[in-house]
T-cell receptor, first 116, second 117 residues
């Protein structure tokens, strides 16, 4: 069975601060995919990134960066110079291709509030 | 990216009535669609997996007779909440996976907010 843990329920930062959202996953599969999604107040899920288990390179996209560490089963997400528009709930998710449906297992989410 | 729509975006109904939510893949064929439910300040919980032309697979604890799922075509899946009660009030989200695609290709709809009075 798969499990995703986002220990931080809520985080508040002041605009322009950097913030890191933690994600720890569990799976016995050696091939798997990790995702981050953003859910603004409107409710629609916004895809941010997908990572496969064989690619441990860290990735940077603008103010967003991701740190994938297989040794600690973590896939942390950092927002640099945060902005008010970054306020949302962020979900980490895991999927394994070995399952017949390849469904996503979501973490509990982290509510990020960026204050002006 | 691929587009998935849901209709309606919001619905308010009286207790005891049935509500149908549609999920459509607009520019690709979806052999598999997933239905999630999200209660306030909680995560997305998978309710069922729907494969085109076959019966849906429900997660443990989800009543298949209450949440009827039909995936009649490669672009449409419907979720009907039968005899809705206030505790069914939630945000329902569908996602669709393209035919022959792996885990990478799953696209989410914008969600439907159901309020049962």
């Amino acid at each position: 069975a798969q499990k995703v843990t986002q220990a931080q329920t809520e985080i508040s930062v002041v605009e322009k601060e950097d913030v890191t959202l933690d994600c720890v996953y569990e799976t016995r599969d050696t091939t798997y995919y990790l995702f981050w999604y953003k859910q603004p107040p409107s409710g629609e899920l916004v895809f941010l990134i997908r990572r496969n288990s064989f690619d441990e390179q860290n990735e940077i996209s603008g103010r967003y960066s991701w740190n994938f560490q297989k040794s600690t089963s973590s896939f942390n997400f950092t927002i640099t110079a945060s902005q008010v528009v970054d306020s949302a709930v962020y979900f980490c998710a895991l999927s394994v291709p070995s399952g017949s449906a390849r469904q996503l297992t979501f973490g509990s989410g982290t509510q990020l509030t960026v204050l002006p | 990216g691929a587009v998935v729509s849901q209709h309606p975006s919001r619905v308010i109904c009286k207790s005891g009535t049935s509500v149908k939510i549609e999920c459509r893949s607009l520019d690709f064929q979806a052999t598999t669609m997933f239905w999630y439910r999200q209660f306030p300040k909680q995560s997305l919980m998978l309710m069922a997996t729907s494969n085109e032309g076959s019966k849906a697979t429900y997660e443990q604890g989800v009543e298949k007779d209450k949440f009827l799922i039909n995936h009649a075509s490669l672009t449409l899946s419907t979720l009907t909440v039968t005899s809705a009660h206030p505790e069914d009030s939630s945000f329902y989200i569908c996602s669709a996976r393209a035919a022959l695609a792996g885990v990478r290709e799953q696209f989410f709809g914008p969600g439907t907010r159901l309020t049962v009075l």
